[in-house]
């Protein structure tokens, strides 16, 4: 057995930030749903013929997670639903949200309203939890209220952002990224907002409308996320591609933009962190359906991107164990990566140590100015 290096031992024992994270669930459901939440990017139930367990997502739940409830490592899917059949969401949101050694968690609300909240994440973890304000929610909200839509729009994100620490869009999800991404005119907004109220003023889709809410949430200042890459097949991956975002980066001034989750395109993502001085990404959600080929990908995101720029998260939706397995496979990967550097005489143990800091809390607490505990 390979000796305990400090760095093992460090990375073990860091307290990260979780800069991009969602509710877990709070009622039970079948192994059907369970097996849905492990596949990402299909927006249908999974073929009978398929499953969820048999993926790198699958595999590493059955890998990292059934410790957690007192099964052997790579328990055999049939006994890992039993076992977690036995326990309630609330528990098992317990068990795993306290094992995954997170100290901040920083909530995107706007998916679903079966799933906890910000006071119940925080309650549930023992620790603290903060919400990003998603874009689209606004202009829905903004679109079922009476009056003027755009004066109403900023109305509710002044609101809402003045407790929250950050705004996100789902942008690449309506639409993407490719063309006019400039702020439109007053008018322009409000004849797109009029035809979207008489259509219902329900999931935003209007081109027109997406920019107005990303340039409001840019003036707001606070750190804004933009989902990056590989997602539900609701997103046109090649319309995902970061480098679309060049003109508006241009343009984005001072206000941290964070690009979430990136792949495949997490060197483009990196080249862009190191072009312009307000852009930072983050490898959340890949790194979990990535799995076993996890390190490889931290690999690449510490290729381009500078060490300052790079932010740790889980991305965690739906079971939480996703919530968990983000820390565990991160911690893992990222000691894989940082030993082999060292190992090669490429980096002192000092620097990787520091580095470790940097992406799991200390960048995330500077960009989103969160408070040291």
């Known amino acids: 057995m390979e000796p305990v290096t400090e760095l093992a031992r460090h990375i073990e024992g860091v307290t990260l930030i979780d800069q991009h ?8 459901g079948d192994r059907a749903r369970f097996e849905n939440a492990l596949n990402e990017a299909n927006t249908e139930p999974l073929a009978e013929f398929d499953s969820g367990f048999d993926s790198q997502l699958g595999f590493a739940v059955r890998a990292h997670c059934a410790p957690v409830l007192g099964l052997p490592g790579h328990a055999a899917a049939e006994d890992y639903w039993e ?38 994440l925080e309650a549930l973890s023992g620790n603290r939890a903060h919400e990003i304000v998603r874009l689209e929610e606004v202009a829905e909200q903004a679109a079922q209220a009476p009056g003027d839509y755009a004066a109403t729009f900023g109305e509710i994100l002044h ?24 702020e439109p ?6 004849r797109a907002a009029s035809r979207w109220r008489d259509r219902g003023g329900v999931r935003l889709r209007d081109r027109v409308l997406l920019r107005f809410g990303l340039h409001q949430g840019l003036r707001l200042g606070l750190p804004l996320q933009l989902h990056v890459g590989f997602g539900d097949r609701d997103c046109d991956l ?60 931290i690999a690449r995101l510490l290729e381009m991107a500078p060490f300052r720029k790079i932010l740790y998260s889980s991305d965690g939706f739906g079971p939480a164990e996703l919530h968990f397995l983000g820390t565990r496979l991160w911690r ?3 000691h894989r990566v940082l030993r082999g550097f ?24 500077r960009v989103y100015r969160l408070a040291a505990r």
């Open 238 to 297: 090649y319309k995902a591609n970061p480098l679309l975002l060049l003109d508006f980066l241009r343009r984005s001034g001072d206000t941290p933009i964070v690009l979430l989750h990136c792949y495949p395109y997490e060197r483009e993502a990196g080249y862009l962190a190191q072009a312009f001085n307000n852009v930072y990404l983050d490898g959340g959600l890949s790194i979990n359906h990535l799995g076993a080929r996890g390190p490889a990908f």
């Open 342 to 365: 060292v190992d090669a005489g490429d980096w002192s143990e000092g620097d990787a140590l520091r580095v470790v800091d940097l992406i799991a809390r200390g960048n995330a607490a």
């Open 21 to 28: 994270v969602h509710g877990c669930w709070l009622a039970a």
């Open 83 to 120: 076992r977690r059949s036995r326990h309630s969401e609330i528990e098992l949101a317990r068990l795993f949200l306290s094992s995954a050694g997170v100290g901040d968690w920083l909530v995107d609300t706007g998916v679903g309203s079966d799933v906890a909240g910000v006071a119940e």
């Open 185 to 190: 005119s007053a008018a322009e907004v409000a």
């Open 332 to 334: 893992n990967g990222i």
């Open 159 to 182: 609101r809402r952002a003045a407790s929250a620490v950050g705004t996100k869009s789902v942008l690449a999800y309506r639409g993407g990224f490719d063309g006019d991404l400039t």
